[in-house]
């Protein structure tokens, strides 16, 4: 690191990114949430600075506290970003050339941030390069330049000898010119506007609609010439703006040559609004019609919204009567007004999914459905079973459904992208075509930010492997990214284990806390039904023990447990057993299970042993198990239905219960019901 100069004081440390937030907001800086592992701000930078305050900074990190941090420098700050060790080394020699040492410094993944004061008087402009052509030269971010903030991804405090931004050591002109005259760039100037030009008015959300709206008809892989006077076109029709940067940026990401943001920030940074000729909308107005546009349903589609302007009455007219009082929209309104959803409803509507049942009407989409199973259940087999017939039945949308493989082998991941391709849904696996947990954690954050996540069905295989669900925090941050994008219409279906051991009921019992399972819509426990008259099938349960809407709260499926056949010809096997067939399967089980008891409990009564404790007692001894299991077992098969029941009782003298057994029903054998395949 060059100019060390100071034994650095402790660090702050941040106990999450929203208290990282409240730290530099009171440190001077105008902080904005960004997407994690991104540069992209959540939302428009104008609003959110508007309103910018302790409390909207604890309000949106409250309710989004995976969003990372940045801040957008204003004109009163320059921070000079080096990328390499001799633009690091560059940098140094300057400072101390002018005898200006920073106070402040960030580590980034490639070099560092140096945080100054503009003097008074001196100007700056933001400034970017290709560190590849030229690693000496030194990025400069001011006014409304964005920069990201620790803790954000490799984003650190290197060293910080000051309480605010006010402390920060000034930089004056000779400064400023210096680092632009090492970059080969021209010192840089205010420019001024040609005489009978007057200053440009702020773009409009309706313009930016209108250039989104011509660009979605031009390609960004249509040459060099086309691709650059698209940029100047964005330029000059945005005034140079961050948000017109940001739109060049999304419509250049769309082709195939697009190398990422610094490629648009540097050229961006070259463009000047001070053009004799710019090229300007008439440009994209053209390349929109050659690429097929029609130009009277797009503009027509992106036309100004209208605004309130001021009135003045000519000539009122005398009404009958007072007009109705109207709803104040006053700044003294109470601090929830902002937050209020009055008049978003036809938003809200759009966004939300209608609630159809998919997967055997065990999932509504637009919700989030977590499925727990012990090891060897069989739930990826059943889930992939019910989304192949999910598509089959045209309800579910193949484009549009992302399975995310994360707990396969390499076989097993060719097996189910088999599957993938045939049936035409999406397969992602972790370290495939560069995929990894946090790109989707970005993609999330984007459908979310973007309002691009309706429709879209995403599942987790397995939930463990995208969050910690043992750490009540990070279960807690990660199920509320879950919450957000099932709010804006999306679909997630997650699979996860259950704990090693039982509960108290003998069932098992969902993996890590309860903050996932309280943060979802609706919660499965899928359990294999014991049985033992064909140990070639296995019949699994599935019970809901959390759920919203109508959604289903039993099911159950079989497949067989031949390990030798194809995964396809497995997938063939699973077959839906209805109430009646589980019924049929589990009394089977119960009676298997309890046979030993039931022999006891018949060879007592035929030995006339007939009163239900002294039965319960000599049962007991005979099967060598307690007295109140062998009393259960007397309760359980108590009755007047041969098909269900052992015995029946009488009520005499005192009444005493007498305990008979009851004739096999008709046609019966002694087997136990047969197990549904």
């Known amino acids: 690191m060059s100019m060390p100069f100071l034994t650095t004081p402790p660090l702050a440390r941040f106990n999450g990114n929203a208290d990282a937030a409240l730290y530099w907001f009171k440190f001077g800086l105008t902080v904005i949430p960004i997407l994690p592992h991104s540069k992209q701000a959540v939302m428009k930078w104008d609003p959110w600075l508007a309103t910018l305050s302790l409390e909207t900074i604890q309000n949106h990190w409250s309710q989004n506290p995976s969003h990372e941090l940045a801040c957008i420098v204003g004109d009163n700050l320059i921070v000079l970003d080096t990328d390499s060790p001799a633009a690091d080394k560059a940098l140094g020699l300057i400072e101390a050339a002018h005898g200006c040492p920073p106070l402040f410094i960030v580590k980034t993944n490639k070099g560092f941030h140096h945080y100054f004061r503009i003097a008074p008087g001196a100007y700056a402009k933001s400034d970017s390069h290709h560190t590849d052509t030229y690693p000496d030269r030194i990025d400069v971010k001011t006014g409304r330049g964005m920069i990201v903030l620790p803790p954000s991804t490799d984003k650190t405090i290197s060293s910080c000898h000051v309480d605010s931004i006010d402390g920060l050591h000034e930089v004056n002109q000779d400064f400023i010119d210096a680092v632009f005259k090492h970059n080969g760039r021209q010192p840089p100037r205010p420019s001024e506007p040609p005489i009978g030009v007057t200053t440009a008015s702020p773009v409009t959300e309706s313009h930016l609609a209108k250039l989104e709206a011509l660009l979605a008809h031009i390609s960004p892989d249509g040459g060099y010439a086309d691709w650059l006077h698209v940029l100047m076109a964005i330029f000059h029709e945005t005034q140079g703006s961050e948000e017109g940067l940001a739109l060049a940026d999304r419509w250049s990401s769309q082709g195939e040559g697009y190398s990422g943001q610094k490629e648009i920030d540097v050229k961006w940074r070259s463009f000047r609004l001070e053009e004799a000729n710019p090229v300007t909308l008439g440009t994209l107005v053209k390349l929109a019609k050659e690429g097929g546009g029609d130009m009277q349903v797009i503009l027509g589609s992106a036309e100004n919204k209208f ?34 959803l009055r008049g978003q409803l036809a938003k809200l509507e759009a966004q939300t999914a209608e609630q159809i049942p998919i997967l055997g009407n065990l999932v509504l989409l637009g919700q989030a459905t977590v499925f727990y199973a012990p090891p060897n259940t069989g739930k990826t087999l059943l889930i992939l079973h019910m989304i192949i017939n999910g598509i089959k039945q045209k309800i579910i949308d193949p484009a549009q459904l992302f399975y995310i493989n994360m707990d396969d082998n390499s076989s097993g991941l060719v097996d189910k992208l088999r599957l993938a391709e045939e049936y035409g849904f999406h397969m992602l696996a972790d370290g495939h075509q560069d995929f990894e947990f946090s790109a989707f954690r970005v993609a999330m954050e984007t459908m979310i930010a973007t309002d691009k996540a309706r429709g879209v069905t995403v599942v987790l295989d397995t939930l463990k492997k995208f969050t910690n669900l043992m750490d009540k925090t990070k279960s807690t941050d990660f199920a509320k990214v879950i919450r957000r994008f099932s709010l804006k219409g999306g679909t997630v279906i997650a ?50 023990f959390k759920g919203r809407g109508n959604v289903t709260q039993t099911a159950a499926y079989s497949y067989t447990l031949d390990r030798d056949i194809p995964y396809n010809e497995l997938l063939l096997s699973v077959q839906e057993v209805d109430a009646d067939q589980l019924t049929s399967v589990k009394r089977a089980t119960e009676v298997q299970t309890d046979a030993q008891i039931i022999e006891s409990i ?42 269900i029941h052992q015995w029946s009782f009488t009520v005499r003298e005192r009444g005493a219960k007498v305990f008979m057994l009851l004739a096999p029903p008709s046609g019966s054998t002694d087997e136990p019901p047969p197990v549904v395949t």
């Open 495 to 544: 699979l996860a284990h259950t704990n090693k051991n039982l509960g108290p009921d003998g069932r098992p019992v969902y993996s890590g806390t309860s903050d996932m399972v309280e943060d979802v819509d609706c919660a499965y426990m899928l359990s294999a039904v014991p049985q033992q008259s064909d140990p070639s099938q296995k019949v699994v349960e599935f019970r809901n």
């Open 602 to 643: 018949a060879g007592c009564i035929r030995d006339g042993i007939d009163s239900k404790m002294k039965l319960a007692e000599a049962a007991a001894e005979r099967a060598g198990c307690s007295k109140r299991s062998a009393l259960k077992v007397v309760d359980k098969y108590t009755g007047n239905d041969p098909a």
């Open 307 to 340: 605004e309130a302007c001021e009135y003045e009455v000519i000539s009122p007219s005398p009404a009958p009567a007072p007009a109705p009082v109207q709803r104040s929209e006053s700044h003294g309104d109470s601090p929830l007004t902002a937050f209020s």
